[in-house]
């Protein structure tokens, strides 16, 4: 079973920014790529932003591009979310996940077979 750890949710003002982190603790895995999911309330779990393992192909959704930048870390079981210009919109529960099967950086949650428990962010307006 691999675990993610999310970490680095918070309150910020509209405007602001947020650094999102994502740790695999497990020490064998298969890793082709990994991705940050939100969920706000009510609402369904949508796709934010993926990256190749090997950090060489990105992709965003439509509402975050050019405010978010996801990066792998300088350790190699680490991935971060870059949040910039935060909007209320972006309020949700974070999600990092891993897609061990696929590498196509999809948006569909069904391609990634491991997540973390989620991280608190709030956009105050």
């Known amino acids: 079973q691999v675990q993610l750890v999310e970490s680095g949710g918070g309150l910020v003002q509209a405007g602001g920014s947020l650094r999102l982190s994502c740790a695999i603790s497990?020490?064998?895995?298969?890793?082709?790529?990994m991705g940050w999911f939100r969920q706000a309330p009510g609402k369904e779990r949508e796709f934010v932003a993926a990256?190749?393992?090997?950090?060489?192909?990105?992709n965003y959704a439509d509402s975050v591009k050019g405010r978010f930048t996801i990066s792998k870390g300088s350790a190699k079981n680490t991935m971060y979310l870059q949040m910039n210009s935060l909007k209320p919109e972006d309020t949700a529960v974070y999600y990092c996940?891993?897609?061990?099967?696929?590498?196509?950086?999809?948006?569909?949650?069904?391609?990634?077979?491991?997540w973390g428990q989620g991280t608190q962010v709030t956009v105050s307006s």
């Open positions: 996940a891993l897609d061990s099967l696929f590498g196509g950086l999809g948006p569909r949650a069904s391609e990634y077979s491991s």
């Open positions: 497990s020490r064998s895995f298969n890793a082709y790529a």
């Open positions: 990256i190749r393992w090997n950090g060489d192909r990105t």
